[in-house]
C-alpha cells in the first residue's frame, strides 16, 4: 500500500484559513487522493478527493501538485468544529487493494 | 448523501459474553463493507473486509473465530466479537463504498460502536 506522510499536529486560529500537508512519493498513476476527518469520539467524515486536478467542494479544497507526489487540504476558515484529525489516504482504482490504510493522520486545533 | 448507520453506538457486558455490532447501508447498496477498530490515541487500524454472499478476508494477526463477521445482505453486515474480554475493550467502526469496485466514489462511516468488557 502507498504510504503517505503528515505531520502530528497542526494549530490554526478561528476564521483563518489552514493548509494541511501530505507527502505521498510512491503514488502510482491510478491512486486517488482521499482525505477524511475525525471529530472525538466519532467514526471517520469524507472531507473530499481527487486524482490529479484541484478540487473543491463545501468542506474544503484540495490542491494536487503536478507530479502528484504531494497535496495540500485547504480549508478556507477554519471554525472550532474544524478540530479533528484529518487523514490523508490514497486508494487504489484499479489492482492492489480497495480498502484503505489509516496513518497518524495530523491532528488539528483550531484556536478561539 | 450517503449514510452508513452503526448499532449499538455503545455497550457494555462482562468478560465471557458475545457481542454483535450491525452496520447498515441505508440509502445505498454496498457489495463490500469495511471493518476497523480503534484504541485510544490510536489511529484506525483495519479488521476484516467483510463481502457479501461471501467470506470475510481478515488483515493479519485478526482472529476470524473471534470476530465473526457476515454480509447477509447488500445492506448489512455484522461483527460478533465471541467471547469478549478486557482486551477487546475499543472503538469498533465500519464503512461501506457505494458503487461497484474499485470505484471513485469515498468510503462512508458509521458512527462507532464503543465496546467495554468488563
Known amino acids: 500500500d502507498a504510504k503517505t506522510t503528515q505531520p502530528n499536529s497542526m494549530e490554526s486560529n478561528e476564521e483563518e484559513p489552514v493548509h494541511l500537508p501530505c507527502n505521498h512519493s510512491t503514488i502510482s498513476g491510478t491512486d486517488y487522493i482521499h482525505w477524511y476527518r475525525q471529530l472525538p469520539s466519532q467514526g471517520p467524515e469524507y472531507v473530499i478527493h481527487g486524482l490529479t486536478s484541484n478540487v473543491n467542494n463545501r468542506m474544503a479544497s484540495l490542491a494536487i501538485a503536478e507530479d502528484r507526489k504531494s497535496s495540500t487540504l485547504i480549508l478556507h476558515r477554519a471554525t472550532l468544529r474544524d478540530a479533528a484529525v484529518y487523514y490523508c489516504?490514497?486508494?487504489?482504482?484499479?489492482?492492489?487493494?480497495?480498502?484503505?490504510?489509516f496513518g497518524k493522520g495530523t491532528k488539528l486545533t483550531v484556536n478561539p | 448523501g450517503a449514510v452508513v448507520s452503526q448499532h449499538p453506538s455503545w455497550v457494555i457486558c462482562k468478560s465471557g459474553t458475545s457481542v454483535k455490532i450491525e452496520c447498515r447501508s441505508l440509502d445505498f447498496q454496498a457489495t463490500t463493507m469495511f471493518w476497523y477498530r480503534q484504541f485510544p490515541k490510536q489511529s484506525l487500524m483495519l479488521m476484516a473486509t467483510?463481502?457479501?454472499?461471501?467470506?470475510?478476508?481478515?488483515e493479519q494477526g485478526v482472529e476470524k473465530d473471534k470476530f465473526l463477521i457476515n454480509h447477509a445482505s447488500l445492506t448489512l453486515s455484522t461483527l460478533t466479537v465471541t467471547s469478549a474480554h478486557p482486551e477487546d475493550s475499543s472503538f469498533y467502526i465500519c464503512?461501506?463504498?457505494?458503487?461497484?469496485?474499485?470505484?471513485?466514489?469515498?468510503?462512508?462511516f458509521g458512527d462507532g460502536t464503543r465496546l467495554s468488557i468488563l
Open positions: 489516504i490514497l486508494s487504489p482504482t484499479q489492482g492492489g487493494s480497495e480498502k484503505l490504510v
Open positions: 464503512s461501506a463504498r457505494k458503487g461497484e469496485n474499485y470505484s471513485n466514489q469515498p468510503q462512508h
Open positions: 467483510s463481502n457479501e454472499g461471501s467470506k470475510a478476508t481478515y
